[in-house]
């Protein structure tokens, strides 16, 4: 199995737009770097058929896709419906176009409701040949769920963020947990034993009322004890050769594009 880390930076990106002559706000990230331009967070699973499980459509798909040379998928995932992951929706026509048919939609059922409430015309039944808006098959989904998607065995769990709830998964031994302050004892059991996970770390100090930040990563990782973790949906003061050269062993920061084999 292959996993391609598609965006890696919080919901503003890293750079933010501003900073003194326009260029964007890096904080304390160093802007000649590359691993620290930070798309919107979003991931794509490929199995051993080759199929494609993009998880989540953040606002800078397209250019992730071209980025990443990534030439189709086959469904998707959604994790939530914040606009940071749900707002290049609209792109998927393209995919549609290159599937030659509708894709489903994997979402709990309170998600499905809001992106048909905010994107109802990619839900209207499809009426062949053209693609000229988005097509996508709704299929709810529970926390708790074993899902068989493009011959991946998904697990879903439910995770704290704040004021809302958010899906993480576990496909065999990796797991995905963006966009989380806290986890429960349930994730936890259905992240046992896992080896390779992606988890959010919006802050190296202080504290977020919907991120975890690196005390509270650290934390799950003396519980866990995964061999590998990768930190992601980071924000502007989590420079990328501060955390390598920092970080404990065993945890990393991801990046755009990173590739991870598992």
Request: proline share 7%; aromatic share 8%; with cysteine.
């Amino acid at each position: 199995m292959k996993v391609t880390i598609l965006g890696s930076g919080g919901s503003a990106g890293v750079p933010l737009i501003g900073g003194p002559d326009g260029a964007g706000d890096w904080g304390i990230c160093d802007p000649a770097e590359p691993r620290n331009r930070r798309s919107r967070p979003s991931i794509i699973i490929e199995g051993t058929n080759n199929q494609r499980l993009l998880v989540d459509t953040s606002p800078d798909m397209r250019a992730q896709l071209l980025a990443c040379r990534i030439r189709g998928v086959d469904a998707i995932l959604y994790t939530h419906t914040h606009a940071d992951h749900v707002a290049g929706l609209d792109d998927i026509r393209i995919l549609n176009r290159i599937a030659d048919r509708p894709l489903p939609a994997y979402a709990t059922p309170a998600t499905l409701t809001e992106l048909k409430t905010r994107f109802g015309y990619a839900f209207r039944p499809w009426t062949p040949p053209n693609f000229y808006r988005p097509v996508l098959e709704e299929h709810p989904i529970e926390p708790g769920a074993t899902l068989d998607l493009l011959g991946l065995s998904v697990r879903v769990f439910a995770q704290n963020h704040g004021r809302i709830e958010t899906l993480g998964l576990r496909v065999g031994r990796f797991a995905y947990s963006t966009d989380v302050i806290a986890l429960d004892d349930a994730a936890l059991d259905v992240l046992a034993g896992v080896e390779t996970w992606v988890v959010d770390c919006f802050l190296r100090h202080g504290s977020h009322w919907t991120h975890a930040n690196l005390a509270t990563v650290e934390g799950w990782v003396d519980r866990l004890k995964p061999a590998r973790t990768i930190l992601t949906h980071m924000g502007t003061d989590m420079d990328w050769a501060w955390l390598k050269a920092n970080l404990p062993p065993g945890i990393e920061p991801g990046y755009d594009g990173m590739v991870i084999e598992t």
